[in-house]
């Protein structure tokens, strides 16, 4: 007799996406209403314990009252698993349909918040344009520009802070009123979104979000990768990548590191694919 054994959730989470495209009609459809997706069950326990261990080596010094105290990068020369989750299987499908087939990394970095620790207003939003930040409806097809991918690594409780925003903001035609930005007047629009640990949030930086304060006895901790279509750049980090970083990728990785251009540039988990201009 054999005996099934329960799957973990990055096998559950294969066995869903692993259709053609990986993209579901209702994510497309919640992504384009609301300007994300949580994408539920992504890491499993082990995974987690993993990614939590090697931060704790690190011995960072605690967060404090202002929001560059709440962040740590270069995680991605800390260990293999801060670069499995780079172009990880559960995330690549939403960023090649909704950004781009060869999107890049533009810049990555974690947040840590202790309780008392009050994050930051609400920005962006549909209105005023944002170059870099943009979502656009063309052809039967999202389009969108500087992109979060943000990993919960601890639980996000209801109502006890970290990412907040306002769904449906990314097609906004006004401006976001100062008090709502600054969390002074919450009437209705504003949510702050929970998320299991291991799970993912995927969010358009054309949507108004922000990180509220964070009042949960944890700390939290979620590690952002900031997506962007192949040709575009919101930030120059490109330039300086560094070498003990680069060493280290896989080939197909490489691609996401590749300064920002569109003609002959290769489509991500596609290495048999002709380059762009053929498609
Ligand atoms: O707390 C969050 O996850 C949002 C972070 C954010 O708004 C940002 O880094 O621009």
């Not at 294969?14 to 949580?38: C, I, K, M, N």
Request: glycine share 10%; net charge negative.
């Amino acid at each position: 007799m054999t005996t099934a054994t329960a799957p973990t959730a990055s096998q559950a989470f294969a066995s869903r996406t692993l259709g053609t495209s990986g993209v579901s009609d209702e994510d497309r459809y919640l992504f384009d209403l609301q300007g994300y997706l949580v994408v539920k069950n992504v890491l499993g326990r082990e995974e987690l314990a993993e990614l939590n261990r090697l931060i704790d080596e690190r011995k960072l010094p605690e967060p404090g009252e202002t929001v560059q105290s709440q962040r740590f990068s270069g995680f991605l020369t800390w260990g293999q698993p801060f670069r499995d989750l780079l172009d990880h299987p559960a995330i690549v499908p939403y960023l090649k349909e909704w950004l781009d087939p060869a999107f890049r990394l533009d810049h990555y970095y974690g947040i840590y918040m202790k309780q008392g620790t009050s994050g930051l207003t609400l920005h962006g939003g549909g209105t005023p344009y944002d170059r870099p930040e943009y979502f656009h409806f063309r052809g039967g097809q999202m389009y969108n520009g500087l992109t979060v991918v943000s990993w919960a690594l601890v639980d996000i409780p209801a109502d006890q802070g970290g990412f907040t925003c306002i769904p449906g903001s990314h097609k906004a035609n006004y401006p976001c009123p100062r008090p709502i930005r600054t969390y002074e007047s919450n009437p209705g629009c504003v949510v702050q979104v929970p998320m299991s640990a291991g799970d993912a949030v995927i969010f358009t930086e054309a949507l108004t979000h922000g990180t509220h304060p964070w009042t949960a006895p944890h700390h939290r901790r979620s590690l952002l990768f900031k997506y962007a279509p192949g040709h575009m750049a919101w930030g120059g980090g490109y330039a300086r990548w560094p070498q003990e970083l680069l060493e280290r990728l896989t080939p197909e990785q490489r691609l996401l590191f590749e300064p920002p251009y569109f003609h002959q540039r290769k489509e991500i988990g596609a290495p048999d694919a002709a380059p762009r201009s053929a498609y």
